[in-house]
């Protein structure tokens, strides 16, 4: 098996990190990408309906109350890493992942694997990646 380029190791720990923060903070019912230190300011993200939120919008949408999540361990997990491909001189990252949540929408169990699609970017003023845009594909049954 080939060697990881540093800066593909950099993406990987990157959406470790993705994981773990975004599983930790959703069951804690705290969530905010305005203030995650993995969004930009103009970051945006796509609903599986299509329609595009802000940041704001986004954190909105999370802390309506509509969404919610019981289980801290099933919050966000990555289960298989699609594709990772780098560009822009190593300093823009195309990933796509599929993850798993357990969540209720307006009271309704949920247990999805959906598809995420992200664009990052490497801000050399943070020395980290930061989600420019991401979209969700609808949730479906996980395969066991």
Request: glycine content about 6%; proline content about 3%; hydrophobic content about 35%.
């Amino acid at each position: 098996m080939a060697e990881q380029s540093p800066v593909l190791k950099s993406v990987l720990e990157f959406l470790q990190t993705l994981e773990r923060d975004w599983g930790r903070s959703r069951c804690a019912g705290h969530f905010s990408l305005q203030h995650s230190h993995m969004a930009s300011a103009s970051t945006t993200i796509v609903r599986p309906s299509g329609n595009p939120l802000s940041q704001q919008g986004f954190d909105e949408m999370m802390k309506c109350g509509d969404i919610t999540f019981d289980e801290c361990t099933s919050a966000f997990k990555i289960l298989e890493l699609k594709k990772v491909e780098l560009y822009a001189q190593n300093k823009a990252a195309f990933v796509i992942f599929v993850e798993h949540t357990t969540f209720k929408y307006k009271g309704v169990l949920n247990d999805d694997c959906a598809t995420w699609t992200m664009a990052l970017e490497w801000l050399d003023d943070r020395q980290s990646w930061v989600i420019r845009g991401g979209q969700r594909s609808s949730g479906r049954t996980p395969h066991p």
